[in-house]
């Protein structure tokens, strides 16, 4: 383990419980600028009725640099942030450091019980609830359906790899600025490396072996590597390895991707007219397979949690109530409709009618469902997590592997060198950190 993070991780954080939310009290939310969350601070007008006595102060950051932000911050006990959001990757793994507020006494109108199960124990340890799914996801591939018949293609429900990689060079078209396939380039543990873990699991391909043996030097990696950047050099637009989730997001909007394979919770927005022009051209099919008993979907919620340090935990809870209950779900759907409502963590909503007859609602809680992070890949492995591995190394690991990723597909290293790279990098952090022997 490096030094970095052994002084991050061994950090004590500060508890400071406020006696309860107070008139005129201040709390910090600190988040990630993706659409939902954005939509979030348009209806604060409700959140402001209904409590007036509270007063909310946003830092909306991308995603690399909120979690970056965060960690830092909770782990050195700084109190920045009265709510963070955070993820299945840091709840658990922060829970047991004592480092977040346990939300076991929220109103019983909260209803933990709805909360679907696999979301609900990514965010739950020891029997605590460290925080509240704001939207769940898994994976999954979207295009455009015009541009397939065009091609003449057809793209299955549960599409294999190779029906991805015929159907990218058949719809790429870059002399009309429409590009086969749109994948995360961007470096971060979070961002492409979400993305490869998964593709890798699918492949057959793991990060460790049983004994912790990082595994990079394996064919089934270079598998991998290899179709993921011929796809994106191929058939991928300009700049793939600056491209993360919101990147490819805004492409898919503008109509620019044939395919794009990425998180579920994207699906309303690519069905919006007011956000894209192609709306009524989406199609939606699971994420694919290698034919080795995995698909490519993740698992993930963003969630909203309380940091020990914060002296404002009485009103951060009020938020957090509010904010990830079943009345903000209907406040949405009152405002945008249902199929802007955020996704992925309540059972009562993909038993509405009027939701789940939305073309990716069923889809949506397939994929979440399918995805094990007990057993993520088709060898065994001794970690738990689909496109992440559950140890405190990884947030490390995962961006530094990331890096060296990105910067083969974007011609700076061969496949080749950056595996070796890979290989040799998380050996000597896993060794240090006393898991290979």
């Avoid at 008993?293 to 698992?299: D, S, V």
């Avoid at 492995?381 to 961006?399: D, K, M, N, R």
Wanted: hydrophobic share 40%; proline share 6%; net charge negative.
């Amino acid at each position: 383990m490096t030094t970095s993070m052994r002084a991050l991780l061994g950090a004590t954080a500060v508890c400071a419980l406020a006696s309860g939310a107070m008139a005129e009290t201040t709390i910090t939310v600190a988040t990630v600028n993706n659409g939902d969350m954005v939509r979030m601070q348009g209806l604060m007008d409700d959140f402001n009725t209904k409590h007036p006595d509270i007063k909310v102060e946003w830092v909306t950051l991308e995603e690399n640099v909120l979690r970056q932000n965060v960690t830092t911050d909770i782990a050195t006990g700084g109190g920045q942030y009265d709510v963070i959001t955070i993820g299945t990757y840091e709840v658990p793994i922060w829970g047991k450091q004592g480092w977040l507020a346990s939300l076991n006494d929220l109103p019983a109108e909260y209803d933990a019980d709805d909360l679907l199960p696999p979301i609900r124990a990514g965010l739950t340890v020891d029997g605590n609830l460290f925080a509240s799914p704001f939207y769940g996801e898994s994976s999954f591939v979207n295009y455009r359906k015009d541009l397939a018949a065009k091609a003449g293609v057809t793209i299955p429900d549960a599409p294999t790899w190779d029906d991805i990689k015929k159907a990218a060079a058949a719809m790429n078209d870059p002399d009309n600025g429409v590009y086969g396939i749109c994948l995360r380039g961007k470096a971060g543990w979070g961002e492409n490396m979400a993305f490869l873990t998964t593709m890798a699991n699918s492949y057959g391909a793991r990060w460790f072996d049983e004994n912790w043996k990082p595994q990079f030097d394996s064919p089934e990696w270079k598998a991998v590597m290899t179709d993921y950047v011929e796809l994106l050099t191929k058939y991928g637009p300009p700049g793939a390895s600056g491209n993360g989730y919101n990147e490819n997001l805004t492409l898919s909007l503008q109509g620019k991707c044939a395919m794009r394979m990425d998180a579920t919770v994207s699906a309303s927005a690519l069905l919006d007219p007011a956000q894209s022009p192609v709306a009524d051209q989406v199609g939606f099919a699971l994420a694919p397979d290698a034919g080795k008993g995995k698909r490519a979907n993740w698992l993930w919620a963003w969630a909203l949690g309380i940091p020990s340090s914060s002296k404002n935990q009485e009103a951060a809870k009020t938020f957090i109530d509010w904010a990830t209950n079943k009345d903000y779900l209907a406040l949405v759907a009152s405002k945008e409709g249902w199929a802007a409502v955020p996704p992925g963590t309540r059972t009562s909503l993909y038993a509405n009618p009027e939701y789940a007859k939305l073309p990716f609602a069923k889809m949506t809680i397939d994929s979440i469902n399918a995805a094990d992070p007990t057993r993520p890949t088709v060898d065994p492995v001794p970690y738990t997590g689909v496109q992440f591995v559950a140890i405190p190394e990884f947030q490390g690991l995962g961006t530094s592997v990331g890096e060296l990723f990105s910067a083969a597909l974007a011609g700076q290293s061969t496949v080749d060198e950056a595996l070796a790279a890979a290989q040799t990098l998380v050996t000597d952090e896993m060794t240090s950190a006393g898991y290979i022997k």
